[in-house]
């Protein structure tokens, strides 16, 4: 592989690893608020987080194949 070819490689990786990191701090926060929510009994406002939570979960699932892609070709 062409170490500009490399470079770029290495740069998706970091911005891949990036945006997960940043999904990860999201879904902890949509976990606190989840719970807040619970604790002053408003279940329905629970339930959107809780959504929400599933749909960032998806999306770093995503991220995380794409990441296993570009490691594989390093």
Known sequence: MPLDNKIKT???TFELRS????LHWHWDTLIKL??????E???EKAQTALMQRATVT???SKLEKQL????DTL
């Open 10 to 12: 290495l740069h998706k």
């Open 19 to 22: 945006e997960i990191a940043d």
């Open 34 to 39: 989840e719970q807040s929510f619970v604790d």
């Open 41 to 43: 009994e408003e279940y």
């Open 58 to 60: 998806k999306r770093i």
């Open 68 to 71: 296993k892609k570009y490691e």
